[in-house]
């Protein structure tokens, strides 16, 4: 079973900036891809950022491209969403999702494991 933790969110004003981490517990193979989901109440789930693990490859939303931004450490299984220009309609419960076997595209049941979650809150 993987352990997935997300850490780093919090309350920050418009403009602002803040930088989630998330750690994947570590396994006999690596991630072959880790993303970032976030979920507004009253809202479906929606994909953020994707980085593929070979290759580092990445894909954003047009919602956060420009202002976010993924990044991963490979020897922690760790990725990291640093946000910036944060506007209050990016408040959301941001999750962190591990696929294990590398398909294409933010299908939810493409991501085998995910953590708690962590709330990013912007005022305006």
């Known amino acids: 079973q993987v352990q997935v933790v997300e850490s780093g969110g919090g309350s920050v004003q418009a403009g602002g900036s803040l930088r989630l981490s998330c750690a994947a517990s570590k396994y006999t193979y690596s991630p072959k891809r880790m993303a970032w989901f976030r979920q507004a109440p009253g809202k479906e789930r929606e994909g953020v950022a994707v980085l593929s693990w070979i290759g580092g490859l990445t894909r954003y939303a047009d919602s956060v491209k420009g202002r976010f931004a993924i990044s991963r450490d490979n020897a922690e299984n760790t990725v990291y969403l640093q946000m910036s220009s944060l506007k209050p309609e990016d408040t959301a419960m941001y999750y962190c999702?591990?696929?294990?076997?590398?398909?294409?595209?933010?299908?939810?049941?493409?991501?085998?494991?995910w953590g708690q979650g962590t709330q990013v809150t912007v005022s305006s």
């Open positions: 999702a591990v696929d294990t076997v590398g398909r294409d595209g933010w299908t939810r049941s493409f991501f085998d494991y």
